[in-house]
């Protein structure tokens, strides 16, 4: 919203106008004082710019002279600027219906190049940034539906921020994240111990820990492979060992957690 802003004082019977000399306009006003035909001097008008919500009234009284000067009442949509750039951002009507995905709305990824995707009606221009100000780590290009982008981040959220803009006004920043994982699981076999003697000759039941959800890969003598949830930070599961012969037992286990990160594998010996 544009307006003048003025500060008068009262100087005999003329009025100064007080306040910083950018010429943007010249007004010229002619007063006169009731029937007396008393003529304040041509008060030349030098009109510089603010941006505010608010109106505001300048009220300025003398014995027998009441002079009001509205000085801007504005803050809709049909806010007008002599400035396209200065319209950018104030109003925030915001009719572009921005949304921002990444990787397609994926919640982790193993790989630091990610696929942006923007969404948005009548934009020209975006904004992609890192940064939470949304104003710095990025530059305004043409609107496009897909960049590529290198996460700043590794093994940690990632959050992105876009705006948008046209010709007329700037969109708020809209915001998405994804999570960078490189890190395989931990996991652990605690039941039974390596190299125990089973008590049950049909069942195998095993039963462990992990540092993050994902699945336990099983495998039984290199020849049958099972696979169980660990979630919440452990697993538990039951081999049907009836069909094997007498005597030792290879197992292993490894941990595979959603974006196919794999811990290396464990080997554990138990006797039939």
């Known amino acids: 919203m544009n307006f003048p802003f003025l500060v008068l004082r009262q100087l005999k019977t003329t009025w100064d106008i007080l306040g910083p000399q950018l010429s943007l306009n010249e007004i010229g006003l002619m007063v006169q004082v009731n029937d007396s035909k008393i003529r304040l001097k041509t008060i030349m008008l030098r ?11 300048a009220l300025t009284t003398g014995l027998v002279l009441w002079m009001v000067i509205l000085l801007g009442c504005s803050d809709g949509p049909n806010a007008t600027s002599s400035s396209k750039e200065a319209a950018r951002g104030v109003h925030h009507a915001d009719g572009f219906q921005l949304t921002v995905k990444i ?9 630091s190049l990610v696929a942006v995707k923007i969404s948005a009606v009548n934009a020209e221009e975006m904004y992609i940034t890192q940064e939470s100000s949304c104003n710095v780590g990025g530059e305004w290009e043409p609107f496009r539906a897909f960049k590529q982008w290198v996460l700043q981040k590794d093994n940690a959220v990632n959050f992105f921020y876009v705006k948008v803009r046209n010709s007329g006004r ?4 809209a915001y998405a994240s994804i999570t960078h994982d490189t890190v395989a699981p931990t996991i652990q ?5 390596n190299g125990a003697t089973l008590m049950d000759p049909d069942e195998l039941s095993l039963q462990g820990t992990c540092t993050e959800d994902g699945k336990i890969a099983i495998t039984v003598n290199s020849l049958v492979s099972y696979s169980s949830p660990c979630l919440g930070g452990v697993w538990t599961y039951v081999v049907d060992i009836s069909e094997l012969s007498g005597g030792s037992m290879v197992v292993e286990i490894k941990g595979i957690d959603p974006v196919l990160n794999s811990s290396a594998g464990q080997s554990f010996t138990f006797i039939k």
Request: charged residues 20%.
């Open 47 to 57: 009109v510089f710019k603010y941006r505010l919500s608010e109106c505001f009234l």
């Open 103 to 111: 990787n397609n709305g994926g919640s982790v990824t193993p790989e």
């Open 170 to 173: 700037e969109s708020d920043c």
């Open 189 to 193: 076999l605690f039941s039974p111990l």
